[in-house]
Nanobody, 115 residues
Framework: QVQLVESGGGVVQPGESLKLSCVASGFSFENEPMRWYRQAPGEERRLVAHISSKSSAITYHLPSVKGRFTISRDNSKNMVFLQMDNLRPDDTAIYYC???????YGQGTQVTVSS
């Protein structure tokens, strides 16, 4: 059974940082690409970042977060991360970890950026 559990969300002020974590279980994690999505109130869920399997050689970041957010993974711990720096109010959303091969999301973690 594929399971994804996110953590690390919270309430921060503009310009601050957060690091989201996602623990995966139920599949061979190192062999699968992983993603982070986000969904703001009243908007569709959209892709924020992607990382390829194993060597993490291929990454993608949504243009509006490029240079501020960084996706990474630790295959020894079955974890994927999203380091978010210089946060802005328009980054406020629920952030979801996603296993591409299984079309499975975690339960999400709320990120709120407000002064």
């Amino acid at each position: 059974q594929v399971q994804l559990v996110e953590s690390g969300g919270g309430v921060v002020q503009p310009g601050e940082s957060l690091k989201l974590s996602c623990v995966a279980s139920g599949f061979s994690f190192e062999n699968e690409p992983m993603r982070w999505y986000r969904q703001a109130p009243g908007e569709e869920r959209r892709l924020v970042a992607h990382i390829s399997s194993k060597s993490s050689a291929i990454t993608y970041h949504l243009p509006s977060v490029k240079g501020r957010f960084t996706i990474s993974r630790d295959n020894s711990k079955n974890m994927v991360f999203l380091q978010m720096d210089n946060l802005r109010p328009d980054d406020t959303a629920i952030y979801y970890c996603y296993a591409l091969a299984f079309n499975t999301y975690g339960q999400g973690t709320q990120v709120t950026v407000s002064s």
